[in-house]
Nanobody, 120 residues
């Protein structure tokens, strides 16, 4: 089993920045692709950004391209999401996720989520 613990959420004004962190623990000896989903009230959970273990290749949702940056520290089993130029529509619960396989598949592990609220 792998445990994912998120941190860094909070309340910020529009145009501001936040940095989310997700630390993985447990059976981390094998590589996992990692990333972030978000779910706003009344909406489906969506993939925001993800990054592969081996090559560090990132992907983003169109809605966050140019504003969000994902990175990872494999030695610390930690993935980060730097969120800049935040908009009210970025308000959601952000969930860390880990895949043993392809990012296109359903994640194997989820964090419990961290709230991000962007005020206008």
């Amino acid at each position: 089993q792998v445990q994912l613990v998120e941190s860094g959420g909070g309340l910020v004004q529009a145009g501001g920045s936040l940095r989310l962190s997700c630390a993985a623990s447990g059976r981390t000896s094998r590589p996992y692709n990692m990333g972030w989903f978000r779910q706003a009230p009344g909406k489906e959970r969506e993939l925001v950004s993800a990054i592969t273990w081996t090559t560090g290749t990132p992907r983003w949702a169109d809605s966050v391209k140019g504003r969000f940056t994902i990175s990872r520290d494999n030695a610390k089993n930690t993935v980060y999401l730097q969120m800049n130029s935040l908009k009210p529509e970025d308000t959601a619960v952000y969930y860390c996720a880990a895949w043993s396989g392809l990012i296109d598949d359903t994640p194997d592990y989820w964090g419990t989520g961290t709230q991000v609220t962007v005020s206008s």
